[in-house]
């Protein structure tokens, strides 16, 4: 026999001024189960906690139905009162009076009778409630972090500085992402490989980081604080333990003509390589595709010529495993290629460029050593027209968002052609300029007024080639509106930041939300922003949405927070609220037919299978079983199973079906 | 309010994330709404498994109001697609069985569309009281029970 406490608030006079709650509190207590019932001005204050607790102790209390606010609000302050005075704190439910009914009805009876119908469903509720413990995992401290970018790089140094384990794993051969391609950075204009290999060297120096390039993630199962991480470390050909990295190798391989990643297809580089010299590990790898031994069977020039015999055409991908407690994603972003725009001819000009291969160009370790010049013969461009928005903030043929960092790249550009190109011209056609953030607006401001950057406000509508000129045809949207030609030595297009290729398989392996574009979802776009709908994987970085490097880096050092504050506990608590599949004695065991439609159902593949066997082993039936662990709550398997074997803690059927016929009867 | 006017009973079957908490908002908007709709909280829409409507039914609802989070914002992911999709089937035995599927409002309230929570309800108590009482449930679900025992 239940014996249940009532306690009615008043809110002050939130729910007074509308509930007749001495009423409430009275048709309570002649409800059946119920020992005692009683109304209070604060419910939530702690003489009103005392009530609650001193009751529980005299009168042997088995449930406590708080009639006040939302539980969305004060549930965890009355359970945690419920489990000081000795009683589980899951046998405690609240019932909404305030949201649900006295702050959006007028005085009245019937007022007053949804108040006691709202309480009545609880107490029903409370009936079938049955005592719940936390669930309690254990945390493997070691993070695994996916890309070497700046974010990457920032998160690891972070997490690894609180003193955990870190695993780094970076596709390409060589750590560094986007920021190590960059010339300089607005808007101090401070050379980004300056800024940035000191971090990539404290990367690979670091006791607590272990770094793994190129690798790739292969698989990724579990759940917060015990993930099993597979990694794919895909073959580099060499032995990294005997290589030295004397570069001997590259500088004798004689297929030489390979268009550079890092470059932008605006150098070359050979088939055993290094992607640049400040290259993290500076070690090099053979790109299997353009080998000439891969190709065609015959060459190992390299195998010849190194000095610590390191070259090993034998080695294959190789798949490692590993547990891991967080994961922290970093991946980055990629530059759209602007060919869906041929009215800007990239492609079909060699001297329109996209703002990644200028920035190769104004780099001092670029291959023109930081000189402008053009790709197609190599002479120093008097004009130069820059086009914002090439891609952004065109739902029509390129992405509907704005890519954020192209107004501000635009300006750098521009300021640094006027620096190294003395009485050189530059043209920027733009959409708006939106420079927000610290010093942002002042940086653009320098480049109009003191480098003299032509801004022109419109767009651009073809670009073509003349007398080996390109002239650009454009219009002046300001004042009188009018058409503008500029005849052009090279064209720089600020291309769109997109999502990287691979990114929706990459979620889809993490289970982790993407959305439209691709870019990963964070858990809320205000108060979650680092972290995922799956609980211990974090975001970092220009996955999530494009985005500049200190707002990267603090991204990156706020998911490192995160995981650091996960990896502070040697186990996670977490609500016990989940499903479980019935069992019963033999010769049933569990009404489960073994269907498995609730693990098709599964957001969270939380639902295994269990096999029932007899003591020689024989399996008698095969059953669903629910992972603890990874089980979120949601119910929808209990929805689904058509035997009724699956139901969920705090939400049972039993607990439901009490509580829509409380609803509907009143005595 | 004439007292002799029908007040129809409505159960709400919401999930915790969204729309229990876009009512909540209602309430701290002070947006009045009628009181025939009283609340039952679900972790998620994908938990509320439809016998339970059919239940409200059995036990003297006159209408039913099921919403949870708008799709794409399901905090589970896609507990709220699975209830869609649930919904879309149901419906179509609902009706074939002879049961009023006017009475039953389907609808997506966010956490931030406590406005919108007040018109849900507004909008199906007008649209309930003008059906009047669901006595016919009780024909169809005895003819029902009968057919089952034959």
């Known amino acids: ?667 | 309010m004439i007292m002799n006017e029908f007040e129809p009973k409505i159960v709400a079957f919401v999930c915790n994330w969204c729309t229990y908490a876009g009512a909540d908002l209602t309430g701290t908007s002070r947006i009045k709404y009628a009181q025939n709709v009283k609340i039952i909280r679900f972790p998620c829409t994908g938990r509320i498994d439809f016998m339970l409507l059919l239940k409200a039914f059995g036990e003297g609802a006159d209408g039913i109001i099921v919403s949870g989070c708008h799709p794409n914002d399901c905090h589970y992911t896609s507990g709220n697609f699975h209830a869609r999709r649930r919904w879309i089937m149901f419906r179509g035995l609902l009706d074939l069985l002879g049961i009023d599927v006017r009475r039953i409002q389907y609808s997506w309230v966010s956490a931030a569309e406590g406005a919108k929570w007040a018109d849900i309800v507004n909008t199906t108590v007008t649209a309930i009281r003008e059906l009047g009482p669901y006595t016919d449930y009780a024909k169809v679900a005895g003819y029902l029970e009968k057919e089952a025992k034959v």
């Open chain 1, 1 to 667: 026999m239940s014996k249940i406490g009532v306690f009615i608030c008043h809110c002050g006079e939130n729910i007074s001024a509308t509930v007749d709650v001495v009423k409430v509190a009275e048709e309570a207590g002649k409800l059946e189960g119920v020992a005692f019932s009683t109304d209070y001005k604060y419910m939530c204050s702690d003489p009103g906690q005392t009530i609650i607790k001193q009751m529980i102790k005299e009168k042997g209390l088995t449930g406590v139905v708080v009639a006040a606010c939302s539980p969305r609000m004060h549930e965890p302050t009355f359970r945690k009162a419920c489990s000081e005075a000795g009683l589980n704190p899951y046998m405690c439910e609240m019932s909404n009076l305030r949201e649900h009914c006295s702050w959006v009805h007028d005085k009245s009876d019937a007022t007053t009778q949804k108040a006691i119908d709202l309480v009545r469903t609880l107490v029903e509720k409370v009936k079938y409630n049955k005592p719940l413990h936390n669930i309690k995992v254990p945390v493997t401290k070691t993070a695994l972090v996916i890309g070497g970018g700046i974010a990457g790089i920032q998160a690891s140094l972070d997490i690894a500085n609180a003193g955990h384990q870190v695993v780094l794993i970076e596709k390409d051969p060589s750590i560094g992402g986007h920021m190590s391609q960059l010339s300089e950075t607005f808007p101090t204009l401070d050379c980004s490989q300056c800024i940035l290999t000191p971090r990539m060297v404290e990367v690979a120096q670091h006791p607590n980081i272990t770094l793994l390039t190129y690798a790739e993630l292969e698989k990724l199962e579990g759940f917060i604080g015990n993930f099993k991480a597979t990694i794919r470390k895909k073959a580099k050909s060499i032995d990294e333990k005997l290589c030295t990295g004397c570069g001997l190798c590259t500088t004798k391989c004689p297929t030489k003509k390979i268009p550079s990643e890092f470059n932008t297809g605006l150098g070359f580089r050979p088939a055993i390589y290094v992607p640049f010299p400040q290259a993290v590990p500076n070690k090099p790898v053979i790109d299997k595709l353009n080998c000439q031994y891969y190709l065609k069977g015959k060459c190992k020039v390299c195998e010849k010529v190194c000095p610590t015999g390191a070259i090993r055409f034998d080695q294959e991908d190789e798949l490692v495993e590993m547990e891991v407690g967080a994961v922290v994603a970093a991946t980055g972003f990629n530059v759209m290629e602007p060919s869906g725009f041929p009215e800007y001819g990239y492609g079909k000009y060699k001297d329109v460029i996209t703002g990644l291969q200028f920035e190769r160009l104004a780099s001092a370790s670029g291959p023109t050593l930081g000189e402008i010049r053009r790709p197609s013969d190599g002479a120093i461009p008097k004009k130069i027209v820059f086009i914002a928005c090439a891609g952004s903030r065109d739902p029509a043929k390129g992405i509907p968002y704005c890519s954020k960092i192209c107004c501000m790249y635009t300006a750098k550009h521009a300021m640094l052609y006027q620096h190294k190109v003395h009485g050189g011209e530059s043209y920027i056609f733009y959409m708006d300029i939106r420079a927000g953030g610290k010093n942002y607006e002042e940086f653009t401001r320098r480049a109009i007024v003191d480098d003299e950057v032509n801004y022109i406000r419109g767009r651009v509508s073809k670009v073509y080639e003349e007398n080996g000129k390109l002239i650009v045809k454009g219009v002046d949207t300001l004042l009188n509106a009018k058409p503008v030609e500029i005849e052009a030595d090279m064209v720089v297009l600020a291309s769109a930041a997109v999502a990287n290729p691979g990114s929706e398989e990459l979620a889809q392996r993490m289970h982790i939300s993407y959305d439209a574009y691709n870019f990963f979802s964070e858990a809320h776009p205000k108060l979650k922003p680092v972290e995922t709908n799956t609980a211990g994987i974090f975001l970092a970085g220009a996955c999530q949405a494009p985005k500049d490097i200190p707002e990267t880096v603090s991204q990156a050092s706020g998911a490192a927070a995160k995981v650091a504050i996960l990896f502070s506990q040697n186990e996670l608590s977490r609500e016990p609220v989940v499903a479980v599949v019935n069992r019963s004695p033999a010769p049933l065991y569990s009404t489960c037919v073994g269907c498995f439609m609730c693990a098709t159902a599964c957001p969270y593949q939380a639902i295994g299978e269990e096999l029932i066997t007899d003591r020689k082993g024989n399996v008698i039936k095969r059953v669903a079983k629910v992972n603890p662990g990874l089980c979120q709550g949601c119910g929808t398997c209990v929805a689904f199973c058509r035997s009724k074997s699956i139901d969920i803690d705090g939400y049972s059927n039993e607990q439901m079906y009490s509580e829509v016929m409380a609803l509907l009867n009143a005595e």
